[in-house]
């Protein structure tokens, strides 16, 4: 039988996704097959299988922490919002419709056994599947439909660890919240609970942590600190104002810029930027933020019209006209690709049904119904002058997400030619350059990740700066994550009871040796 673990959250952005990440890291060094498993997951990052699927970035992310490829199974609902009151509903990597929240509550038994079947074709596979929750199990208006929190827990019977971030303050308050609202059996499933996020000292919370397991039985299984670690993020909450994972950076030769628009999806494309060791990446929303950037970046929507509306509306588009007629080179990945056109004709994604774009590409996008979701090779095509003139000839890869078809003008020089799309070989050129070589764009994301690109890019923007390019092996992005996720899983194994989380995920029959964490030592 496969053994399972489930952790939940008091609230969204509590930290659970990294800390699955972390005990997929923790239950693969140990020596079992383990894999990530969430039965919904509501974001705008999202990634594409090798057979094509697409599914959360978030479980993408743990898999890779697992050392396993990442398999649609680990995600078969997906919620893409479009707008405030509308998503895209993908079911086992394919899109079935748009639905308003009210609709889909109602639809959500219809999934139950297909996620059933789905986890326990997974399962089969592996000794541990670590779940992951949503949100929080005490969302009491909803628990009548439930498929991602307790209603899962119960469908497997899986023991739960409650995680709760003290950052955001009222830590024990939201524990005792938390478990007051659960029903007595739901209640029962909780074996265990981590306070995430703490900065100083231990013994400081310790009369909390006595008062909080008295109160509610329930034993706080460790207390993991503020980790200063370079780790993907599962939705856009980070990118709000009062976040401060992308504020307070060093600042650093390089000053990339990346248009946060509201409805920004897979700004992941850009962590590999963020962990450069001459960049600094700044998010910004006006024009009084933009500064005068080495490079700006126009990131993917899943509301293209409508954050170009915005980029109207706010100024944005004047001030990054403007920025490239000052000589800043631009780059549009995916729907910011898109924007940098002349024209775009939707009447499928966003109500609208055409808008001037930015004009800085001489293309026209038209919109689809269709979605284009496939894994990628490639290569820039060659160029004499510009962004793009050191990075001629060398590979990438990426996946592509989009639901519209990009045309270029005559004689206007493609980003790339696409060599494999999934499993088949092609020869497709794809995105575009101006003519002076300033703009650039593409529909790949993850460019970024590859090593030689974009040292070769940064260096260009070096030199336009007067600064000597950085020489040797460049920095590899796919070995920093596996480093990130090592010094994940030794910092949970110090301040988790490692232990006691054994026990939880199966009352000591996992084969482990585990010494208490510090703090319960």
């Given at each position: 039988m496969t053994l399972c673990v489930m952790l939940q959250g008091t609230a969204s952005d509590v930290g659970k996704s990294v800390l699955v990440a972390g005990l997929c890291r923790i239950l693969a060094q140990d020596g079992h097959k383990v894999a990530p498993f969430k039965a919904q997951n509501m974001a705008l990052n999202s990634g594409i299988t090798a057979s094509g699927d697409e599914m959360g970035r978030a479980q993408i992310f743990q898999a890779e922490a697992a050392g396993i490829a990442p398999d649609v199974r680990m995600n078969p609902v997906l919620l893409k919002p479009t707008s405030d009151r509308k998503s895209q509903v993908i079911?086992?990597?394919?899109?079935?419709?748009?639905?308003?929240?009210?609709?889909?509550?109602?639809?959500?038994?219809?999934?139950?056994?297909?996620?059933?079947?789905?986890?326990?074709?997974?399962?089969?596979?592996?000794?541990?599947?670590?779940?992951?929750?949503?949100?929080s199990p005490a969302e009491i208006n909803l628990r009548d439909r439930d498929i991602v929190n307790m209603g899962m827990a119960e469908l497997i019977d899986a023991p739960v660890i409650l995680v709760a971030d003290i950052?955001?303050?009222?830590?024990?308050?939201?524990?005792?919240?938390?478990?007051?609202?659960?029903?007595?059996?739901?209640?029962?499933?909780?074996?265990?609970?981590?306070?995430?996020?703490?900065?100083?000292?231990v013994a400081l919370l310790m009369p909390g942590i006595r008062q909080i397991e008295a109160l509610t039985a329930v034993p706080v299984i460790g207390v993991m600190p503020y980790l200063s670690l370079t780790l993907e993020d599962e939705d856009g909450v980070v990118l709000q104002p009062g976040s401060h994972k992308y504020r307070?950076?060093?600042?650093?030769?390089?000053?990339?810029?990346?248009?946060?628009?509201?409805?920004?999806s897979n700004f992941t494309d850009f962590n590999a930027l963020a962990a450069q060791p001459d960049v600094t990446l700044r998010y910004v929303n006006s024009p009084a933020e933009l500064g005068s950037p080495d490079l700006l970046i126009l990131p993917g929507s899943k509301n293209t019209l409508g954050d170009l509306a915005f980029l109207n509306q706010s100024g944005l588009s004047a001030a990054i006209i403007a920025a490239h007629g000052d000589g800043v080179p631009v780059i549009g990945i995916c729907g910011g690709f898109q924007m940098l056109g002349r024209r775009l004709i939707d009447g499928v994604e966003s109500g609208i049904d055409e808008m001037p774009g930015l004009g800085l590409l001489d293309c026209e996008t038209v919109f689809?119904?269709?979605?284009?979701?496939?894994?990628v090779q490639a290569t820039v095509v060659s160029q004499a002058h510009g962004l793009l003139a050191g990075c001629s000839g060398l590979a990438v890869e990426g996946y592509e997400i989009h639901m519209g078809e990009t045309e270029r003008a005559a004689g206007v020089t493609p980003f790339t030619r696409l060599s494999r799309r999934n499993r088949a070989e092609v020869s497709i050129?794809?995105?575009?350059?101006?003519?002076?070589?300033?703009?650039?764009g593409t529909y790949i994301h993850g460019i970024f990740d590859a090593p030689h690109f974009t040292r070769a890019l940064l260096n260009t923007l070096r030199q336009r700066k007067g600064l000597a390019p950085i020489e040797g092996?460049?920095?590899?992005?796919?070995?920093?994550?596996?480093?990130?996720?090592?010094?994940?899983?030794?910092?949970?194994?110090?301040?988790?009871?490692?232990?006691?989380?054994?026990?939880?995920i199966e009352r000591c029959e996992l084969p482990a040796c585990h010494e208490p964490c510090e703090e319960h030592a």
């Open positions: 079911v086992m990597g394919k899109v079935l419709c748009d639905m308003d929240a009210v609709t889909y509550h109602e639809f959500k038994p219809r999934l139950q056994a297909r996620i059933d079947e789905v986890y326990h074709s997974l399962a089969r596979e592996q000794d541990v599947i670590v779940l992951e929750g949503a949100g950052d955001r303050g009222g830590v024990f308050a939201s524990i005792y919240g938390t478990l007051a609202l659960l029903p007595e059996a739901e209640r029962a499933r909780i074996k265990g609970v981590i306070i995430n996020k703490f900065r100083g000292d307070q950076q060093q600042t650093r030769d390089l000053d990339v810029v990346v248009v946060r628009v509201p409805h920004i689809a119904r269709e979605k284009v979701t496939t894994q050129e794809e995105g575009a350059i101006s003519q002076d070589g300033l703009v650039a092996e460049p920095f590899d992005y796919h070995a920093f994550k596996n480093e990130q996720f090592d010094k994940l899983a030794a910092a949970m194994r110090q301040h988790l009871d490692m232990t006691a989380i054994y026990r939880i």
